[in-house]
């Protein structure tokens, strides 16, 4: 079957960095995403990658291992608003896109 | 980048009643939108593919009597609960892909949705 797991749950402190890793197994792989939810609102992008390395983006930055199924999204100088659920998501080879149930982020001054 | 909409933001109807959720591309065309259900402190779980011009595609365990969709135009997709059930109290989310491969696929804001 097609599996992706994330740590339910991390906390960090405001400036701090954090990694929240992302273990994958799906049916082929064409990309991997990051999107941030903060509660009660839809999800949002911030990321894609397809091949191997890291990509930079601002304070958010995501790498990707496709030998190793494994992806890691990186926050640096964490703010009080990054406190949200990020969703890590794995785009199938139906092109079909498989969700993992999401880290929730919890961010303390 | 592209837009959803989604509409209505949040709706409270009673049991047995059919509700009604429209979600639009604003400055896009989807021949493609997804429909997912998220419960609370759950992830977003897939319900059905929305296809422009044919018949939609249901996710094992989903009732397509149901949950009724229609794709009319390249950038409409509706969502009808048919008889609703306090069961059914969720939060439907919509999104499109930006491009075939689904990259960037941008959400609607959601619909919160209470059965009474």
């Known amino acids: 079957g097609q599996n992706i797991d994330q740590p339910t749950e991390m906390t960090a402190t405001e400036g701090a960095i954090v990694q929240i890793n992302c273990t994958y197994q799906t049916s082929g792989f064409n990309g991997l995403f990051w999107y941030q939810q903060h509660a009660g609102e839809a999800p949002t992008f911030l990321s894609y990658n397809v091949l191997d390395g890291l990509e930079e983006k601002g304070r958010f930055s995501s790498f990707l291992s496709r030998s190793k199924g494994y992806s890691y999204l990186l926050l640096k100088e964490l703010q009080m608003k990054d406190s949200a659920s990020y969703l890590c998501a794995v785009l199938d080879s139906n092109y079909q896109l498989i969700w993992g149930a999401g880290t929730k982020l919890i961010i303390k001054p | 980048g592209a837009v959803v909409s989604q509409h209505p933001s949040w709706v409270i109807c009673k049991s047995g009643t059919s509700v009604k959720i429209e979600c639009r591309s604003l400055?896009?065309?989807?021949?493609?939108m997804f429909w997912y259900r998220q419960f609370p402190k759950q992830s977003l779980m897939l319900m059905a593919t929305s296809n422009e011009g044919s018949k939609a595609t249901y996710e094992q365990g989903v009732e397509k009597d149901k949950f009724l969709i229609n794709h009319a135009s390249l950038t409409l997709s509706t969502l009808t609960v048919t008889s609703a059930h306090p069961e059914d109290s969720s939060f439907y989310i919509c999104?499109?892909?930006?491009?075939?491969?689904?990259?960037?696929?941008?959400f609607g804001p959601g619909t919160r949705l209470t059965v009474t």
């Open positions: 400055d896009f065309q989807a021949t493609t």
């Open positions: 999104s499109a892909p930006y491009s075939r491969e689904g990259l960037e696929q941008y």
